[in-house]
T-cell receptor, first 113, second 114 residues
Framework: QQQVKQSPQSLIVQKGGISIINCAYE??????FPWYQQFPGKGPALLIA?????SEKKEGRFTISFNKSAKQFSLHIMDSQPGDSATYFC????????????FGTGTRLAVRP | NAGVTQTPKFRILKIGQSMTLQCTQD?????MYWYRQDPGMGLKLIYY???????DKGEVPNGYNVSRSTTEDFPLRLELAAPSQTSVYFC?????????????FGPGTRLTVT
């Protein structure tokens, strides 16, 4: 059973465009929703994260939108750049779970020059 | 700080062989994790540890073992390697003491079992 569903699997965007990646979760006990960015040959690194008490969080060109009632959250990358080309993972943490994260299956983003 | 380091970077094993993947962190984090990453499948938790001497199974523990004798080290042991264990393995750590839930990942070990 996949507790965090991520889409699309891959995404191609032109430079300067908006990249949007969506995730949906099932477990209402999740209390922390991070996005990780992974470049080829590297480990994932935290990009941005949100808690369910806010509907949006913005850091530079990266924004998380969170819809608690729909149990969905999304990552928006504004003014996408070729350097943003990477794989993006959404994740969710359940309170009192030993701080474990449940990851989505990943989205491979390619930003064309 | 070096962060989370993993050795080796690459390894080829024959079916039935055993090996240990090493993981060390120098951030004094109490929590450590082992994940495997397969194409299109995201990251699956194998084992985790909330402190020295304490380990617990994750989502896909079969075929693996771990130990945590120190805060810094969290080795992953593969016994009787099988082709299904061909994957990229990531170690990560976090510190719940500060309320920061960020997990810091190592660079990974690419393992092929043939």
């Amino acid at each position: 059973q996949q507790q965090v569903k991520q889409s699309p699997q891959s995404l191609i965007v032109q430079k300067g465009g908006i990249s949007i990646i969506n995730c949906a979760y099932e477990n209402t006990a999740f209390d922390y929703f991070p996005w990780y960015q992974q470049f080829p040959g590297k480990g994932p690194a935290l990009l941005i994260a949100i808690r369910p008490d806010v509907s949006e969080k913005k850091e530079g060109r990266f924004t998380i939108s969170f819809n608690k009632s729909a149990k969905q959250f999304s990552l928006h990358i504004m003014d996408s750049q070729p350097g943003d080309s990477a794989t993006y993972f959404c994740a969710a943490r359940k309170k009192s779970s030993g701080d474990k994260l449940t990851f989505g299956t990943g989205t491979r983003l390619a930003v064309r020059p | 700080n070096a962060g989370v380091t993993q050795t080796p970077k690459f390894r080829i094993l024959k079916i039935g062989q055993s090996m240990t993947l090493q993981c060390t962190q120098d951030m004094n984090h109490n929590y450590m994790y082992w994940y495997r990453q397969d194409p299109g499948m995201g990251l699956k938790l194998i084992y985790y540890s909330v402190g020295a001497g304490i380990t617990d199974k994750g989502e896909v523990p079969n075929g693996y073992n771990v130990s945590r004798s120190t805060t810094e080290d969290f080795p992953l042991r593969l016994e009787l390697a099988a082709p299904s264990q061909t994957s990229v393995y990531f170690c990560a750590s976090s510190s719940v003491r500060t309320g920061d839930y960020e997990q810091y990942f190592g660079p990974g070990t690419r393992l092929t079992v043939t």
